[in-house]
């Protein structure tokens, strides 16, 4: 089989666990919302890459789908809490739960939803290596919850250097994507080799997803997309093109403009393309792009290390598609 051929084998399997799990049960107002998050769920990256992590180091990829669906879970109730903190209307082009429902159905879904993530890890019956599994679940759960809070005290400050940002989207972006990677390697018994290797090249494939995030609110089709355009604009938030924007900008209009957005926390949505043009002016859409291939190119490097199979030849062509995504 080929890459998208694999791609599409385990989406088909991580899918099709996701339907049979997720519960028709009562109450109704707690299990359709879980449903609705559940069933549109993107490109489901983070359980495919726990399959195919599992796969690279020489275990069954199929061992780890109930792995894989319990990050899958896990991601998506950070995004029901982080559109209720974000007061988001869309994810993935439909209501978000809270504008759908109201906030406190959507609290209460995400917390039902961590519960139903951890009754799908294994236990130290079913894996030898289930308390290292659950550990690093944990510490993402927690890492998580960090990151969000980093990037909300944001708000509250006039400038956010970069080490701070890269803290920030390391814990609330990268850890997800890295944790995905480590437990499939230890579903699959990989060696402490092994399971660093991973653990690099999935931690700088998190770091650039999240600036890719940053680029793509301002420069996606909007279609595509899923949200608009110049969300993180109107939100105020200290993104990747804000902090190098501040650095770069010269001129007292585009000064002046970045002022206006510290000071009120964002800007209406008249003037996203006021900033769009700074961003241009200043070279930072070109910036952040460099940076992206920048930490796709230092995953890259640990590759020398794992099996030569096709489970890592996919994860190269994912990391490949992925430095050029659209969406």
Known sequence: MDYKEIYSYYLSLIEKRIAEYVPQLEPERLYEPFRYIMKEGGKRLRPILTVISAGIVGGNPEKAIDCGVAIEILHNFTLVHDDIMDNSPLRRGRQTIHEKWDSATA????DVMIGYAYRLLPNSAEHQRADAIRAIFTNELIEVCEGQVLDMMFNQKKEVDKSEYFQMIDKKTARL?????LIGAHIGLGSD??????KHIARYIGLAFQI????LDMTANQNNFGKKLGKDIVEGKKTFLIITAQQKAESMTDKKLLEEFI???GLPENKIMDMDDLFKRNGVYDIAQKEIDFL???AKKS???LKKNQYTEMLLRMLESMNKRVI
């Open 296 to 298: 796709f190119d230092s």
């Open 193 to 198: 080799n092994e399971i660093n290797a991973l």
């Open 263 to 265: 000071d009120n926390n």
């Open 107 to 110: 609290i209460l879904t995400g």
């Open 177 to 181: 994507i890295e944790s995905s990677a």
């Open 212 to 215: 890719q995030d940053d680029l």
């Open 303 to 305: 590759f020398n290390v």
